[in-house]
C-alpha cells in the first residue's frame, strides 16, 4: 500500500515534511512471520526530529492536544490473509499482521476497532444498505417503424385472381367483355392475364380495386382518401417486400417516408371532415396513431422507479386490508363485551335501586 503523501523536496511545509520522513521509515519491511506495511502518519514539525531518530510514533503523546486532533492520522487496513484488522507497532512504526501474508490488503476497512486517541481510522466503509425487494425490470423489445402493429396497418395486401386481365386491357373496358370474346384464343387470354404479369401490374390491379372502393367519382385521383388509400396500398407492398429482403435499405427508406406521408394526409382529413376519416379507416382496415407532443424516453431508471412505486402501493393496500380485516374480528369482540358490560349496568342499577 503505497503512502498516501508524496515525498518532496526542498521548501516543504510542516506536514508535508514530517509525511516524508515518516515514510522514509515505513518502507514494506519484514519482521518474523509479519508482514510490514508501509502507511503515512503526519505529525508536527517539532516531532520531526524525534521520528526522524527512529522513535516510535507515540512521541505524539508529547505533542499538544489540539496538535494530535489536527495532525494525527494513520490508515488501518485489514490483512487479506486472516481478514483480522491489523495494529500499530510503535516500534517498526508501521502496521503489522499477526499472520504470515503475501502483502495484500484491504485498505478500506469495514470493521471496527478501539485505537488510541491520537490515531483515527479513515477510508471505513459504510455499511447500511437498502433492503432489496424483487423488482426485475425488462427492457421492452424494439419495435420496427415498419412493422404494421406500428404503422397501423391491420391488413394486408388482398389475393388476386391470376385469370383476370391486365389492367391495361381491361382500362375502358369491362373485363367481363374480354372473357366472353370468342375471336380471342385462349392461350392469348392467358397471356394477357396477370398469371404471366410482373408484379407491379398485380400491384396496379390491386391498387385500383381498392381505388374505386373509396374514390368519390370515377375521376377522382387527388383527394385524401384517394392519395390515402393508394399510399396504403404502396406500404403494405412495400412491408412484404422489406421482411424478406432486409439489406434493401431504399425500400426500407421509402416505406418510411410513406408511412410518415400518409400519417400527414390522415391528421388534415381527420381535422377536415371526422365521418370520412372514421368511415376511411374503417375501408382500409387501418389505425390512426396521433404523433404524441412529449416522447418521453423509456430509461431502466425511470421504469424501476414506477416499479417501486407500484410495487409500495400495492404493498400498502395489502396491509390496509389486513388491518381493515383485523378490525372487522375485533368488532365482534367489542360488541360482546359491550353487550356484557351493559348487562352487568343494568344489574348493578337495579340493585341499587337506581333503576325502575
Known amino acids: 500500500m503505497q503512502a498516501s503523501s508524496n515525498a518532496g523536496s526542498g521548501g516543504l511545509d510542516g506536514e508535508t515534511a514530517s509525511s516524508t520522513v515518516a515514510k522514509s521509515h515505513c518502507k514494506n519491511n519484514k519482521s518474523g512471520s509479519s508482514t510490514v506495511v508501509q502507511v503515512t502518519a503526519v505529525g508536527d514539525t517539532d516531532d520531526l526530529a524525534l521520528v526522524s531518530q527512529g522513535k516510535n510514533l507515540n512521541v505524539m503523546y508529547g505533542a499538544s492536544p489540539s496538535t494530535i486532533d489536527k495532525y494525527s492520522r494513520v490508515i488501518f487496513p485489514v490483512c487479506f490473509t486472516c481478514f483480522h484488522l491489523m495494529y500499530w507497532s510503535p516500534s517498526l512504526l508501521s502496521v503489522v499482521c499477526c499472520c504470515a501474508g503475501n502483502g495484500n490488503f484491504f485498505e478500506n476497512s469495514t470493521q471496527n476497532s478501539v485505537i488510541q486517541s491520537n490515531y483515527t481510522i479513515i477510508g471505513v466503509i459504510q455499511t447500511r444498505t437498502y433492503k432489496e425487494i424483487n423488482i426485475e425490470w425488462v427492457p421492452p423489445p424494439k419495435v420496427s417503424c415498419l412493422d404494421p402493429s ?207
Not at 260 to 285: M, T, V
Not at 319 to 341: D, G, H, I, M, P
Request: charged residues 35%; positive net charge; glycine residues 2%.
Open 150 to 356: 406500428k404503422s397501423g396497418d391491420r391488413g394486408t395486401l388482398p389475393q388476386l385472381d391470376l385469370t383476370r386481365p391486365q389492367f391495361k386491357f381491361s382500362r375502358n373496358k369491362p373485363e367481363v367483355q374480354l372473357a366472353d370474346r370468342k375471336d380471342i384464343p385462349y392461350e392469348v387470354k392467358r397471356i394477357a392475364s396477370l398469371e404471366f404479369a410482373p408484379l407491379n401490374k398485380q400491384i396496379q390491379v390491386i391498387k385500383h380495386d381498392v381505388l374505386g372502393t373509396v374514390q368519390r367519382h370515377a375521376f377522382d385521383c387527388s383527394s385524401l382518401e384517394s392519395a390515402i388509400a393508394c399510399l396504403t396500398i404502396k406500404i403494405r407492398n412495400q412491408q412484404r417486400h422489406t421482411k424478406t429482403c432486409r439489406r434493401d435499405v431504399m425500400s426500407r427508406v421509402i416505406c418510411k417516408e410513406n408511412i410518415d406521408r400518409r400519417n400527414s394526409l390522415l391528421k388534415y382529413l381527420r381535422k377536415a371532415d371526422y365521418k370520412r376519416f372514421e368511415w376511411l379507416l374503417e375501408k382500409l382496415d387501418l389505425v390512426y396513431h396521433p404523433h404524441p407532443e412529449f416522447i418521453v424516453p423509456v430509461t431502466r431508471k425511470g421504469s424501476i422507479m414506477k416499479l417501486t412505486n407500484i410495487y409500495c402501493e400495492r404493498m400498502r393496500n395489502d396491509r390496509l386490508e389486513t388491518y381493515k380485516k383485523e378490525l372487522e374480528n375485533e368488532k365482534v369482540k367489542f360488541a360482546e363485551e359491550k353487550a356484557e358490560v351493559e348487562k352487568w349496568i343494568e344489574e348493578e342499577e337495579k340493585q341499587l335501586g337506581l333503576r325502575n
